[in-house]
């Protein structure tokens, strides 16, 4: 049975629901272009592949199963963006500012999203593959039922975000920065280092457990039942 949502974590919003849907236009078609800006657009169902769009900007708009693949989108910016099902597979989107967006059931793969900064976004439902975000700016950001598997957060910067539901897999958090991060709904925490960079992070106390000798590798914490000789490792050691 799947858990609740909790309270925290509003509903996805249809196409219907968004206040700027009734001043939405049909894209045109063609190709995406350096600079270009879409301003209240609907984008319905397009591929663009192995294209060159640096700059360009989405605000107010719908993309709606809309696919990127190999595209370079560095310093994009995506205002107040709803995205459905949207497949971004490849693409270069190092710098890149998202505000107040919304991307249900997406797929991210293989993904430069380094330095790129992310403010009042929720993802629902969302799969993250190999996704570079190495110093990347998180502020305000809710991954809801989402899959996180090789997410690189080194040198990030995390604040007020939140897992519920989402399941954590072999993710990076090297010298990464967490302040007011909520943990304790993951479904999985999963990390392939940087456990010490946890400070900022609350968790559940089941979760502490979980983490305890990875916490204590970090520390350089030895742990031996009562009476253990450590004789033999000193010895063994010395040996080296």
Same mark, same amino acid.
Request: charge should be negative.
């Given at each position: 049975?799947?858990?609740?949502?909790?309270?925290?974590?509003?509903?996805?919003?249809?196409?219907?629901?968004?206040?700027?849907?009734?001043?939405?236009?049909?894209?045109?078609?063609?190709?995406?272009?350096?600079?270009? #800006?879409? =301003?209240?657009?609907? +984008?319905?169902?397009?591929?663009?592949?192995?294209?060159? %769009?640096?700059?360009?900007?989405?605000? /107010?708009?719908?993309?709606?199963?809309?696919?990127? /693949?190999?595209?370079?989108?560095?310093?994009?910016?995506?205002?107040?963006?709803?995205?459905?099902?949207?497949?971004?597979?490849? @693409?270069?989107?190092?710098?890149?500012?998202?505000?107040?967006?919304?991307? +249900?059931?997406?797929?991210?793969?293989?993904?430069?999203? &380094?330095?790129? #900064?992310?403010?009042?976004?929720?993802?629902?439902?969302? *799969?993250?593959?190999?996704?570079?975000?190495?110093?990347? *700016?998180?502020?305000?950001?809710?991954? &809801?039922?989402?899959?996180?598997?090789?997410? =690189?957060?080194?040198?990030?910067?995390?604040?007020? @975000? #939140?897992?519920?539901?989402?399941?954590?897999?072999?993710?990076?958090?090297? /010298?990464?920065?967490?302040?007011?991060?909520?943990?304790?709904?993951?479904?999985?925490?999963?990390? %392939?280092?940087?456990?010490?960079?946890?400070?900022?992070?609350?968790?559940?106390?089941?979760?502490?457990?979980?983490?305890?000798?990875?916490? %204590?590798?970090?520390?350089?914490?030895?742990?031996?039942?009562?009476?253990?000789?450590?004789? %033999?490792?000193?010895?063994?050691?010395?040996?080296?």
């Amino acid at each position: 049975m799947a858990s609740p949502q909790p309270s925290s974590v509003p509903a996805p919003r249809e196409l219907a629901d968004l206040p700027f849907a009734p001043h939405l236009r049909r894209f045109a078609g063609g190709r995406l272009a350096v600079e270009a #800006s879409f =301003d209240t657009v609907h +984008i319905d169902g397009a591929s663009f592949a192995d294209e060159r %769009a640096d700059g360009v900007g989405f605000m /107010e708009s719908a993309l709606t199963a809309v696919s990127f /693949e190999s595209v370079r989108l560095r310093r994009a910016r995506f205002n107040d963006v709803w995205l459905q099902a949207p497949r971004l597979v490849g @693409c270069d989107l190092a710098e890149s500012g998202w505000l107040d967006v919304e991307a +249900i059931g997406g797929v991210l793969a293989g993904l430069e999203f &380094h330095s790129a #900064s992310l403010r009042r976004v929720v993802f629902h439902g969302c *799969k993250f593959d190999s996704v570079n975000l190495r110093g990347a *700016k998180l502020h305000e950001v809710v991954f &809801h039922d989402c899959v996180l598997r090789e997410v =690189d957060l080194s040198g990030a910067s995390l604040t007020g @975000c #939140s897992f519920p539901g989402s399941r954590l897999e072999g993710v990076h958090l090297h /010298e990464a920065k967490l302040a007011e991060v909520d943990l304790r709904e993951a479904a999985g925490l999963e990390l %392939a280092d940087g456990v010490d960079a946890l400070r900022g992070a609350v968790v559940t106390p089941l979760q502490l457990l979980e983490l305890a000798p990875s916490l %204590a590798a970090a520390l350089g914490l030895v742990v031996r039942e009562p009476g253990e000789s450590l004789t %033999a490792r000193r010895g063994s050691r010395s040996r080296r």
